[in-house]
């Protein structure tokens, strides 16, 4: 059934359904739906009600005979069937984690279950109950083993081996791990791994907070909540829907394309989580999940080395070559990984080469995409202007001025590309970029034919260049410079230069109409930028 739309006489019921979620109350979402079954996909839309639901020390909705997803230490312990749940140890976007005593056997275990109790919709209960078949087929030294597979009182749940210890995210948490320590982890996660695939499972989620270290430091792969058995007749993931958390996500997962996810993907996470392992922080981490994935899909990761020049180079080559881009060019699976590492371990001669030049370019080109585009823009109109120079078209007074501005606009686009790189100068580098933009075309076009020159094109490429940093703000600003910029050029069309007159129409018309086009562009850029920053909002709220 559908959500009714805003005229639906049902909808002030749903606003005071939300509004007593809220208030901290437990409405039994049956008596709504007697009356109005229309709201039941409505209702099934967990993430938005549980992030309406402030946590309570009420406990649980006996009611329904489920424990509450607001469970706090005050309700614990408490019994479960044949467990008895001592403390919460772990929570997600689809379950919480509960370490537990076993009754009968008398043994610590840890119990997972849907986080939305008596709220999860069908598509919910499917994923937990993919994650748990998943999980109890597999039998790995270094992957968390399931003891039991359940439901009681209507709550789905299952236990599993109980890991005393921390997860990698509290590992890297103080500072980055010596080269021998880091590989030594990732080989063994990466058979684990190896393993999962041979029985035609793909994790999709491998990050840090997934791999459990025990008090040895021996790795545990776990959480397979996004796991999929990549079998024929699998149905589990619609196409489109990105699942997974963007700093380790592989760029075709990223992109929502379903049917290219592989085991290449995993390797993909194995890679970002070595990385991270030996420069304390992921590969891609921007300040919104939307910024963090355009980031995977376009960019090349700041080589390791520079963030920790202690990292062998062969360390390095092995965490870029599971970065690449596209799949095939990564290890062909994640026991080739495991061999590469070992191979480093021991001193051996590795599987992986250094990249030729050619995709050095290119790599560089994807790490420092605005610096590269304005210099490839930048070549490209030198390259012209100094042809039309060589066949008579410009004097040599105009080639040697726009060598000059052309030269002094690389230079400042370094400077600014340095000053980039640096978290504290970031924020004012990009706008002093964009001012440079301005004022070095505007330089140009004065020493070109000012408002009368095709150049003029330019305004309307800076501002669409702008939305590249997902920033409305900064999209406006842009126009404006673009506006004052454009506003000098005619000045100088009228009162400079009048002679520019007779190459071009002396009315204000084009001028005008020039201007509400820069203005309805950006209204229109402008828009789209903020519609992604709202989408990126909500998948943040869901990751």
């Given at each position: 059934?559908?959500?009714?739309?805003?005229?639906?006489?049902?909808?002030?019921?749903?606003?005071?359904?939300?509004?007593?979620?809220?208030?901290?109350?437990?409405?039994?979402?049956?008596?709504?739906?007697?009356?109005?079954?229309?709201?039941?996909?409505?209702?099934?839309?967990?993430?938005?009600?549980?992030?309406?639901?402030?946590?309570?020390?009420?406990?649980?909705?006996?009611?329904?005979?489920?424990?509450?997803?607001?469970?706090?230490?005050?309700?614990?312990?408490?019994?479960?069937?044949?467990?008895?749940?001592?403390?919460?140890?772990?929570?997600?976007?689809?379950?919480?984690?509960?370490?537990?005593?076993?009754?009968g056997?008398?043994?610590?275990?840890?119990?997972?279950?849907?986080?939305?109790?008596?709220?999860?919709?069908?598509?919910?209960?499917?994923?937990?109950?993919?994650?748990?078949?998943?999980?109890?087929?597999?039998?790995?030294?270094?992957?968390?083993?399931?003891?039991?597979?359940?439901?009681?009182?209507?709550?789905?749940?299952?236990?599993?081996?109980?890991?005393?210890?921390?997860?990698?995210?509290?590992?890297i948490?103080?500072?980055?791990?010596?080269?021998?320590?880091?590989?030594?982890?990732?080989?063994?996660?990466?058979?684990?791994v190896?393993?999962?695939?041979?029985?035609?499972?793909?994790?999709?989620?491998?990050?840090?907070?997934?791999?459990?270290?025990?008090?040895?430091?021996?790795?545990?792969?776990?959480?397979?909540?996004l796991?999929?058995?990549?079998?024929?007749?699998?149905?589990?993931?619609?196409?489109?829907?990105?699942?997974?958390?963007?700093?380790?996500?592989?760029?075709?997962q990223?992109?929502?394309?379903?049917?290219?996810?592989g085991?290449?993907?995993?390797?993909?996470?194995?890679?970002?989580?070595?990385?991270?392992?030996?420069?304390?922080?992921?590969?891609?981490r921007?300040?919104?999940?939307?910024?963090?994935?355009?980031?995977?899909?376009?960019?090349?990761?700041?080589?390791?080395?520079?963030?920790?020049?202690?990292?062998?180079?062969g360390?390095?080559?092995?965490?870029?070559?599971?970065?690449?881009?596209?799949?095939?060019?990564?290890?062909?699976s994640?026991?080739?990984?495991?061999?590469?590492?070992?191979?480093?371990?021991?001193?051996?001669?590795?599987?992986?080469?250094?990249?030729?030049?050619?995709?050095?370019?290119?790599?560089w080109?994807?790490?420092?995409?605005?610096?590269?585009?304005?210099?490839g823009?930048?070549?490209?109109?030198?390259?012209?202007?100094?042809?039309?120079?060589?066949?008579?078209?410009?004097?040599?007074?105009?080639?040697?001025?726009?060598?000059?501005?052309?030269?002094?606009?690389?230079?400042?686009s370094?400077?600014?590309?340095?000053?980039?790189?640096?978290?504290?100068?970031?924020?004012?580098?990009?706008y002093?970029?964009?001012?440079?933009?301005?004022?070095?075309?505007?330089?140009?076009?004065?020493?070109?034919?000012?408002?009368?020159?095709?150049?003029?094109?330019?305004?309307?490429?800076?501002?669409?260049?702008?939305?590249?940093?997902?920033?409305?703000?900064?999209?406006?600003?842009?126009?404006?410079?673009?506006?004052?910029?454009?506003?000098?050029?005619?000045?100088?069309?009228?009162?400079?230069?009048?002679?520019?007159?007779?190459?071009?129409?002396?009315?204000?018309?084009?001028?005008?109409?020039?201007?509400?086009?820069?203005?309805?562009?950006?209204?229109?850029?402008?828009?789209?930028?903020?519609?992604?920053?709202?989408?990126?909002?909500?998948?943040?709220?869901?990751?």
């Amino acid at each position: 059934m559908s959500v009714p739309d805003d005229n639906d006489p049902a909808i002030p019921l749903l606003d005071a359904y939300l509004s007593r979620l809220q208030a901290g109350e437990k409405p039994d979402p049956r008596a709504l739906l007697e009356k109005h079954p229309e709201l039941a996909s409505a209702l099934n839309c967990l993430d938005a009600l549980e992030l309406l639901a402030p946590p309570s020390g009420e406990g649980s909705n006996e009611e329904c005979g489920t424990v509450g997803p607001a469970l706090d230490s005050a309700d614990l312990p408490r019994d479960f069937g044949p467990y008895e749940l001592v403390r919460e140890i772990g929570r997600g976007g689809m379950g919480v984690v509960y370490e537990a005593r076993q009754k009968g056997l008398d043994r610590s275990v840890a119990v997972k279950m849907i986080l939305a109790g008596h709220l999860a919709s069908a598509e919910i209960v499917r994923r937990f109950q993919t994650e748990a078949k998943a999980a109890a087929r597999l039998r790995h030294s270094n992957i968390v083993h399931i003891h039991d597979v359940g439901q009681h009182a209507g709550q789905h749940f299952f236990a599993m081996e109980y890991i005393e210890g921390r997860g990698l995210d509290k590992l890297i948490s103080a500072g980055p791990l010596d080269a021998q320590r880091a590989v030594r982890l990732i080989s063994k996660v990466a058979r684990a791994v190896d393993h999962l695939h041979r029985q035609g499972v793909l994790h999709r989620d491998l990050k840090p907070s997934n791999i459990l270290t025990d008090a040895e430091e021996e790795p545990f792969v776990t959480d397979f909540g996004l796991a999929k058995v990549f079998a024929s007749d699998s149905q589990t993931t619609a196409t489109g829907v990105i699942a997974g958390t963007p700093s380790y996500m592989a760029p075709e997962q990223a992109s929502g394309r379903r049917a290219a996810v592989g085991p290449a993907a995993d390797v993909y996470s194995l890679g970002a989580i070595l990385y991270e392992l030996l420069t304390g922080a992921p590969p891609f981490r921007a300040e919104t999940p939307l910024d963090t994935l355009m980031e995977v899909l376009s960019r090349d990761p700041v080589l390791p080395r520079k963030l920790n020049p202690r990292i062998p180079r062969g360390l390095e080559l092995i965490c870029l070559k599971c970065l690449s881009k596209e799949p095939q060019q990564r290890y062909g699976s994640a026991a080739a990984l495991a061999d590469d590492l070992e191979r480093f371990a021991r001193g051996d001669a590795l599987e992986v080469r250094p990249p030729n030049l050619a995709r050095r370019f290119w790599g560089w080109t994807r790490r420092q995409p605005a610096l590269a585009s304005r210099l490839g823009a930048l070549g490209l109109f030198y390259v012209i202007e100094t042809i039309n120079y060589l066949t008579g078209a410009v004097d040599g007074k105009f080639h040697w001025q726009v060598s000059l501005v052309v030269a002094l606009w690389a230079a400042a686009s370094v400077a600014c590309q340095q000053l980039l790189a640096h978290r504290r100068w970031s924020f004012p580098a990009r706008y002093a970029w964009g001012v440079l933009d301005s004022l070095a075309l505007l330089v140009v076009m004065l020493i070109a034919r000012g408002a009368a020159s095709p150049l003029v094109i330019g305004y309307p490429l800076i501002i669409v260049g702008s939305a590249l940093w997902y920033r409305v703000r900064f999209v406006w600003f842009m126009t404006l410079l673009s506006l004052l910029s454009y506003g000098a050029l005619v000045l100088d069309f009228y009162f400079r230069r009048p002679e520019l007159q007779q190459a071009m129409e002396p009315g204000y018309n084009r001028h005008v109409i020039f201007a509400l086009g820069l203005l309805i562009l950006s209204a229109i850029v402008s828009y789209l930028v903020q519609r992604l920053r709202i989408l990126s909002s909500y998948y943040g709220q869901a990751v």
